[in-house]
Structure formats: structure tokens, C-alpha cells
């Protein structure tokens, strides 16, 4: 049997962190493709931190598609800061099998990352098949899986946190149930465990005042348009 890398690789991480001056960093790595999509899921991403850490901003990476976020969120985990990662994108069906290779080629590059390195990576990369499902998940019908995602990289890296230390975990926020007739969120059971997500001290980025990530706004050009490819 292999090594088992990720809870020393994890601890390494949160001790080399509590020494530094610089605080944890959680980064949102984002597809400039299909940007009505990504933006709005951006967007989501970006309220959910403010819930944990209010007064901290997370670095924001944009890729020029889906493709190019595992390579991205690769380099940003070879930061010892950088604890979480949180990927959004959109990949929407067109004429070809493009979207399935796509997804079958991304999902497990990223799997392997968070493997291999132990920092959190969360999927919000939406799969669909026509831009009305990708608009009803980024802040319509739907919810925002952006929002989501940023959820899941909190919850799992105090989960992650329990883990180490021997402790128990449960969920305090509510997550989704497809079992219930309309997809509806249920709070999730559990024994005592370390609770709830806001207010962890562990978890930081860059100050509001500071240099900001790339972002939304005064970019040059024009972005790319909505497509069949990711």
C-alpha cells in the first residue's frame, strides 16, 4: 500500500500557517468562459466567505476556461498559505462529446490534487445541458452552486480539522437532499461535533484595503462569449 499523504501534508500546512504573518488563504480559481454563468457563481462563491470571514477577501485566479483550472488550482496549492481552493466554471452540452471530455478529464485532476497535497478543493463547476439549467444553478431556481462550493471548502476543512485531531464532526448547516421532493435542504444530524463554520479563526485571506485579486471589474477587452465550450 501507498503512503497515506494527506494528514501530514494537512497538519504541515495549518502549523506552517499559525507561524507566518500571513494569514490561511482560501482561493477561488474561475472559468472566464460562459461568463454570465461563472460570474454570477463568482459572485456566489464570494458572499458565502463573507459569512465565515467578514472583512477578508479571497484571492480570485481566472482561467481562460474550464481546462486550464486544474493547472491553476495545482500552483496555488504549492502555497503553504493556501488551505482551500474553490473551482468555478461552466461547461454547457453543444454539438460534440466536447463537454463530456471535458468533465471526465477535470473532475479527477482535481480529485488528485487535493489528494496529493491536502488542501481542500471543492467543485462548482456546473455540467449541464442547456444555458437555462446553468442559470437556474447560479443564483436562479436552483440556488447558486458557486455559493455551494464555498460552503463545502469550509465545512470539510473543519471536518478535515476533526479529522486529525481524533475528534467528532457534523454538519451545522443544512445541505442538499434530492431525496426530498423539490431538492429541498435538510439540517444534517450528528453528535457532538466541532460545529459551526462561522467565526474559524483558521481560515483567512487577503485584508479588504489590500491588493485585490483578479477580479470583475477594469478588465481589458472583452470577455468570451457563451459557448459549448468550457
Not at 457532538?192 to 471589474?217: F, I, L, N, Y
Request: overall charge positive.
Amino acid at each position: 500500500m501507498g503512503k497515506r499523504n494527506i494528514n501530514r501534508h494537512a497538519v504541515r500546512r495549518r502549523v506552517k500557517a499559525s507561524k507566518d504573518d500571513a494569514p490561511p488563504l482560501i482561493v477561488i480559481v474561475v472559468s472566464r468562459y460562459n461568463w454570465s454563468i461563472t460570474g454570477k457563481l463568482l459572485d456566489g462563491a464570494r458572499r458565502a466567505f463573507h459569512e465565515y470571514l467578514p472583512g477578508f477577501e479571497p484571492v480570485v485566479i481566472e482561467a481562460p476556461g474550464a481546462f486550464e483550472i486544474p493547472v491553476l488550482c495545482e500552483a496555488a496549492a504549492t502555497n503553504a498559505n493556501v488551505i482551500g481552493i474553490v473551482t468555478l466554471g461552466c461547461i454547457i452540452k453543444g454539438e460534440t462529446i466536447h463537454d463530456r471530455v471535458l468533465a471526465d478529464a477535470i473532475t479527477p485532476a482535481l480529485l488528485q490534487i487535493a489528494i496529493n497535497t491536502g488542501v481542500v478543493v471543492t467543485l462548482g463547476i456546473l455540467t449541464v445541458d442547456t444555458l437555462a439549467q446553468a442559470e437556474a444553478r447560479a443564483g436562479g431556481a436552483l440556488g447558486n452552486k458557486g455559493a455551494e462550493a464555498m460552503h463545502a471548502a469550509f465545512q470539510t476543512l473543519f471536518g478535515l480539522s476533526a479529522a486529525i485531531e481524533g475528534k467528532s464532526f457534523s454538519l451545522e448547516t443544512p445541505s442538499p437532499d434530492k431525496g426530498l421532493a423539490g431538492g429541498k435542504r435538510i439540517r444534517q444530524s450528528g453528535g457532538g461535533g466541532s460545529g459551526g463554520a462561522r467565526g474559524a479563526g483558521g481560515a483567512g485571506t487577503q485584508r479588504k484595503g489590500g491588493k485585490p485579486g483578479p477580479g470583475r471589474s477594469g478588465r481589458r477587452g472583452r470577455p468570451p462569449g457563451d459557448g459549448d465550450r468550457a
